[in-house]
């Protein structure tokens, strides 16, 4: 299997899915701009997301995937539908307790992340239409977890464009009905995301039926007790646990920092979380895609004590997150303005709101190679079934990152937290990267030397231009002519683009250098 070929399947689905996800993000700025009806919307939609980090991509994910890989591995197919379906039909019924438990708790869960909203009460029912979202998409983490085992990437990195695409439905075409019976209009975006984890499970069906591998839930008392007693599903939990506080770490840290937002002042909430959607295009289409990849594989050379492709997997995964993340840094330091204006200034979205926006993105820009390394580091460690190292050093990052924000927040306001979240994760990432070497797990390969000497000089070049760009045109009185302005940035990002990769090409450095199989 060509692993830079998965990677680059993966990671071009998910070019579709941020694409789309641009487009719903204009739509919201355009129609609702930075407000408190947004700030509301943008908390309650954060509650069931955390969880989803919790309990799907997260614990979940890092505790089953290199389970189930290494019982495929060691104990054939059989075994491995028989481990599927007793954790499917624990999860589901875990995940059936915690949205109720969910909706009837909105009140307290909005109050612990965003006591200080204007618009509290539409913050909690808004919570409560969206939370079954968390039953789904942790659903839809099960599925992408056995189809990824499978080395079946295609439909897991296709799926979140379904969200999307029921989000701008529902801007597009629901809001205007709901505008029209009197409810207010941001009602009806909370609809489209349930009815998005609603069809990112639906199509994942089909994909785990033709594998043979689609889960069977036990609904009666006597399955429910067997799947208890399956041992894989111990393991699994007893994975889970660390897990479970490293993630809860992490998503404590967004808590916190949501709470001082939204105490920062109207429309602090809202420039964080467009900040946060363009910071995710590049960790989404980079760490995540290589994530995804190399974690399955990763515990499968584990399971055959094979050291050799293990260190060499994780090489692999650093030098091309490397050469894809740092231009991308880059421009999210030199380029802001530009970006932030081309995608979000329109309707109610205005200047100032670009500005403030812009300066979320840098604080971002600075810690993203820490945001990117940390996805492909972090399974070095999860694929060893070791989670509590990884714990031990993300709660050390979260005390780190909140006493950044005493020094940031007064100094900076809202752009001070998105800078403390990148400088921990950069923390993160080196502590990790520290971890894997002191350990041995990983030996970087000769030659690292040279390829920075290379990806420097191409990334410096990049930089440069990008900073001449952002401050030769006018982005901001450029509205007027939307198309102008989306022609002159794709011009520009992809002349940059064409220069980075023909200087590294000139300069030794060529595709078929990452053309692993593995």
């Given at each position: ?18 694409i ?17 009806w ?8 954060r ?13 979940f ?14 104990d054939?197919?059989?075994a ?13 019924w875990?995940?059936?307790?915690t ?27 808004l ?9 789904f ?33 529902a ?12 409810i207010?209009?941001?009602?009806a975006?909370?609809?489209?995301v ?13 994909a ?76 989404g ?19 055959k ?34 970006l932030?204006?081309v995608?979000?200034h ?12 812009v ?23 999860y ?26 927040v ?8 998105a ?32 390829f920075?000497?290379?990806?420097g ?27 102008l302005?989306a ?9 940059v ?22």
């Open positions: 299997m060509n692993l830079f070929k998965a990677a680059s399947t993966v990671s071009l689905l998910t070019l579709a899915s941020r789309t996800g641009l487009v719903r993000d204009q739509l919201m700025a355009g129609a609702f701009g930075a407000s408190a947004t700030d509301a919307f943008n908390v309650a939609f509650i069931p997301n955390l969880l989803r980090r919790l309990f799907a991509e997260g614990a994910s890092q505790a089953f995937v290199p389970i189930l890989a290494a019982t495929r591995e060691r054939g197919d059989a491995t539908h028989q481990l599927i379906n007793a954790v499917a039909t624990m999860l589901f875990a995940l059936a307790a949205v109720v438990v969910g909706i009837i708790g909105a009140p307290l869960l909005v109050l612990a992340i965003g006591s200080g909203l204007a618009r509290f009460d539409d913050a909690v029912q919570t409560r239409w969206m939370f079954p979202y968390i039953g998409m942790s659903l839809v983490a099960l599925a992408g977890g056995i189809l990824n085992t499978w080395r079946q990437f295609t439909v897991p990195a296709l799926t979140p464009v379904l969200l999307n695409i029921a989000w701008i439905v801007a597009v075409w629901l809001a205007p009905v709901f505008q029209r019976h009197g207010e209009p941001i009602y975006i909370a609809v489209g349930l009815v998005g984890g609603v069809l990112q499970l639906a199509v994942q069906v089909p785990l039926a033709r594998l043979g591998a689609l889960p069977r839930i036990g609904l009666l008392p006597a399955s429910i007790k067997a799947a208890w007693h399956h041992p894989g599903v111990h393991r699994v939990l007893k994975q889970m646990a660390p897990a479970l506080v490293g993630v809860s770490v992490a998503q404590l840290s967004l808590l916190i920092n949501t709470q001082i937002a939204s105490r920062v002042g109207v429309g602090a909430v809202s420039w964080l979380f467009y900040a946060d959607r363009l910071m995710e295009f590049p960790t289409l980079l760490g995540v895609a290589l994530g995804v990849v190399l974690l399955p594989q990763l515990s499968a050379a584990q399971a004590g094979d050291t050799e492709r293990y260190s060499g997997l994780l090489d692999w995964g650093l030098r091309l997150m490397l050469v894809m993340a740092l231009p991308c840094a880059i421009a999210l330091l030199v380029f802001a303005r530009p932030v204006a995608l979000f329109y309707g109610q979205f205005t200047p100032t709101d670009v500005e403030q926006t300066r979320a993105l840098m604080g971002y820009g600075a810690g993203l190679m820490g945001l990117v390394a940390v996805k492909v580091l972090a399974p070095g460690f694929a060893r079934q070791d989670i509590r190292t990884p714990v031990r050093i993300a709660i050390i990052v979260l005390v780190v990152t909140q006493l950044l924000n005493l020094v940031f007064p100094w900076l306001g809202h752009a001070g937290l800078l403390s979240i990148g400088l921990g994760a950069l923390v993160n990432a080196s502590w990790l990267l520290w971890g894997l070497l002191k350990r041995g797990v990983y030996l970087p390969r000769p030659g690292w030397g040279l920075l000497l290379r990806i000089i191409a990334t410096a070049v990049l930089g440069g231009v990008l900073a001449f760009a952002s401050v030769r045109i006018d982005w901001i009185g450029l509205q007027a002519h939307a198309g302005r022609a002159w940035m794709a011009g520009v990002l992809g002349g683009a064409v220069l980075y990769f023909g200087l590294l090409a000139l300069l030794g450095l060529r595709p078929r250098h990452f053309a692993r199989h593995g």
